[in-house]
């Protein structure tokens, strides 16, 4: 009984993989396969023989295999390419993945106009607040393992952390700080991080800080009352929380270009340096300090191969490292972000609810859930995005603040869903100025200083 079911389940996953494939030949950078690294590195059920108690159980957690997409990716790789022409935008990187394959993963344009190499899939970016994913997903790993627990006060872990009110110190747990539902005022001194102050100086800082409502109550994006998460972590496992991404997600995804901070992007042998408008062209910069303080909302560097492992480790494709009651705790909204719903174009249209899971937006995208997240720094934009119905992973990268390549994700979304086609992009006037195309998709934008945006 066990052996025929098995044998059956791997027929059919072989099938359905041997039927995407038409989709995915010629792609230059495409990854194909799921498990990266050598075979001593594959989950040992991989190893046994069909009908296998352990093998049966992992092929029982994968996701149902969605319906082939009805759209072809070599038309997104178009577009991507026609952003980068003529420095529209200097640089930028898709992935784009379905049922656990890499449908594409590429770079296009250049990593610096002043001293140009064209950008690969391993080109390295800064991901700004798409980093506040990675911490959630750690953390919930360590409640896995039963080190931590989402209902556990942060003083239990960090005595000397403080909030204005003593009631609001005692309740605020690990889930309101990785849910941005902490009770304080939206992006609370992330100007002082801005100017350079110490990460532990501004934490101090908190305590004083206007509270808005008790923690769980109501919803306040935050940088870095998030990355108190860090301090956590180091706490409850006597390790940095760098060496715990490093361990726990970076080396068994087998992302091999990912890092943390400032050193990180900078040792990389090819990354992607941010751009600013100047005189009508961009200008290349060396990337700010500032924020990687903040090593939990926007620490993490990573190229566009990596990211493509990192979303099929998401939609549930690698339990061996992130477990389904895992994604199921980290993609649950706990707070309600109302907001949301009319920041930009896409989501005034498409939205229908909004809220914050733990490191990951959660939407209702024209009656599809959708799990995303932006990021912004200065020089710097990401999106990424996981449509579950559609066992589909979107991730886009870009080095420069232009808003022109936001519109990308609303289209494949659409396209997956097969919704009438919307002119998100205006392919026919890119100018690639700012404030042409769509608005910013980017969170926390106005804050007006010498960083730019805050990480979103």
């Not at 082939?68 to 952003?83: C, M, R, S, Y």
């Not at 924020?291 to 620490?299: I, Q």
């Not at 980290?330 to 109302?338: E, G, K, L």
């Not at 996981?386 to 979304?413: F, H, K, Q």
């Amino acid at each position: 009984m066990h052996a025929h079911r098995g044998k059956t389940l791997i027929a059919f996953k072989l099938a359905t993989i041997a039927f995407l494939m038409p989709a995915t030949a010629g792609l230059s950078a495409q990854t194909p396969l799921r498990w990266p690294g050598n075979d001593s590195q594959r989950p040992a059920v991989e190893q046994t023989s069909p009908g296998n108690t352990a093998l049966d159980n992992y092929l029982q957690q994968q996701p149902a295999v969605a319906p082939p997409l009805p759209f072809d990716v070599d038309t997104f790789e178009g577009i991507a390419q026609q952003l980068v022409s003529n420095q529209k935008v200097p640089g930028m990187a898709v992935a784009i993945v379905q049922n656990g394959n890499v449908l594409s993963a590429r770079g296009y344009g250049i990593t610096d106009t002043s001293r140009p190499e064209p950008v690969d899939a391993h080109t390295v970016f800064r991901l700004a607040s798409l980093s506040k994913s990675f911490a959630g997903t750690l953390t919930g790993m360590l409640v896995n393992d039963g080190v931590l627990s989402w209902n556990q006060p942060v003083v239990q872990y960090v005595p000397g952390f403080r909030l204005s009110n003593a009631d609001s110190t005692a309740r605020l747990n690990l889930a309101n700080l990785l849910s941005q539902s902490t009770g304080l005022t939206r992006n609370a001194y992330d100007r002082d991080i801005e100017a350079n102050a110490n990460y532990y100086d501004v934490r101090a800082k908190l305590a004083a800080a206007p509270l808005r409502c008790a923690p769980g109550a109501c919803y306040s994006y935050q940088n870095v009352a998030f990355s108190v998460i860090g301090d956590v972590v180091h706490a409850a496992t006597g390790r940095y929380y760098e060496d715990n991404v490093q361990s726990r997600i970076f080396k068994p995804l087998g992302m091999h270009d990912a890092s943390l901070g400032l050193e990180g992007i900078e040792g990389s042998p090819r990354w992607a340096k941010p751009h600013v408008r100047s005189g009508g062209s961009w200008r290349s910069l060396m990337p700010k300090p500032t924020y990687y303080r903040l090593g939990p909302a926007a620490g993490v560097n990573a190229s566009i191969n990596d990211m493509a492992q990192y979303l099929i480790a998401q939609m549930g494709h690698r339990p061996d490292v992130m477990p389904p009651e895992l994604l199921r705790e980290i993609h649950t909204a706990r707070i309600d972000t109302p907001t949301e719903l009319r920041s930009s174009q896409w989501r005034r249209e498409r939205l229908q609810s909004a809220g914050y899971g733990i490191g990951w937006r959660v939407y209702d995208y024209a009656g599809h859930k959708l799990y995303f997240h932006g990021g912004a720094v200065q020089g710097y934009r990401g999106a990424m995005a996981l449509l579950p119905d559609r066992d589909l992973g979107v991730v886009i990268l870009w080095n420069s603040e232009s808003s022109l390549p936001s519109g990308l994700l609303p289209t494949i979304l659409d396209s997956a869903i097969g919704l009438p086609q919307v002119a998100w992009l205006k392919l026919d006037n890119l100018t690639g100025a700012p404030g042409q195309g769509l608005e910013e998709e980017t969170e926390g934008v106005g804050s007006g200083s010498a960083e730019g945006t805050p990480p979103r």
